[in-house]
């Protein structure tokens, strides 16, 4: 059964580690990620992009599979549906389909606007019981055709967010989506600093979790962040383990083209990173 990421976070924020949220593109990415989350006894967060909602035909076809995997696979620790990045009338659309979290990032509006469009989706969100994430300051890279420069987040907006009743915060601090480049600064730690001081208990969100430096991340998470986003570190391992099996002619030999085979040693990569993952954030038996 979904349930909310609050919980899971409110847990992860006191107890000094972080939650993966980890994005789902098919059956092959969910199963990966639920099946490693289960045996590491870890809580996990599904990201959905709405690109990736629309790639899965739509998402109630999204709801439909996790809730099933859910109940096939026995899956007993905590799973929370996010939507990642959501748009205003993205997060209304997930709402209805049974999603148990969303996002509505709002960073690229004017902040007056950001805080009106937020507190409805706060008051519907928490209507259904569904867990709800904020965004402030723009993330670097691109995701789902917003860009974003990497602009660290005013720790003063981030409470005017805060206040309004969010479950977790996302906010810029110099974190980027997909590879990071080489002339890359960092992450700005007393932004992340400032935003804790004046945002209490409230878990924060750190965006473009592949390609951080292992002792970033556990800084991050010393400084309240509780949730960390990974989705293009899994996507390059895939592709890696996807072109070895190929280019080793594996799918020449027997019926190595079927799917079940030719996916099998991405579905793997997945796992080895998610496995990565939940032991550097701190999360196995935590559930």
């Known amino acids: 059964m979904l349930v909310s990421a609050t919980e899971m976070l409110n847990k992860a924020k006191a107890g000094h580690y972080a939650v993966g949220q980890f994005n789902i593109n098919n059956l092959e990415w969910t199963k990966a990620i639920l099946q490693t989350a289960q045996e590491l006894n870890s809580p996990v967060i599904l990201g959905v992009s709405e690109g990736a909602g629309k790639y899965m035909t739509g998402y109630k076809t999204v709801v439909g599979m996790v809730n099933g995997m859910l109940e096939e696979l026995n899956i007993t620790v905590p799973v929370a549906l996010h939507l990642d990045h959501g748009s205003y009338d993205g997060c209304y659309k997930c ?4 999603f148990s979290s969303i996002m509505f990032d709002g960073s690229h509006y004017p902040i007056d606007e950001n805080v009106e469009k937020t507190t409805e989706l706060v008051k519907a ?9 904020a965004e402030v300051g723009a993330i670097g890279g691109e995701e789902d055709g917003v860009i974003g420069m990497g602009e660290c987040a005013d720790p003063n907006e981030c409470k005017r967010i805060a206040d309004l009743g969010v479950d977790f915060l996302a906010a810029g601090i110099g974190n980027i989506h997909g590879k990071y480049p080489a002339n890359w600064k960092g992450l700005s730690f007393e932004t992340l600093d400032a935003i804790q001081q004046l945002t209490g208990d409230l878990p924060l969100v750190l965006h473009g979790g592949t390609g951080i430096p292992a002792d970033m991340i556990k800084k991050a998470i010393a400084l309240g962040v509780a949730k960390i986003n990974v989705n293009t570190e899994c996507q390059l391992a895939f592709a890696a383990a996807t072109r070895k099996y190929i280019e080793e002619g594996k799918d020449e ?6 799917p079940r085979k030719l996916l099998a040693p991405g579905f793997e990569a997945i796992k080895a990173t998610v496995k990565e993952k939940m032991e550097l ?3 196995v038996d935590k559930a």
């Open 281 to 283: 954030f701190g999360s």
């Open 95 to 98: 709402l209805e389909a049974g």
């Open 125 to 133: 969100a928490h209507e259904k019981g569904v867990s709800i994430e």
């Open 253 to 258: 030999q027997g019926k190595g083209y079927d």
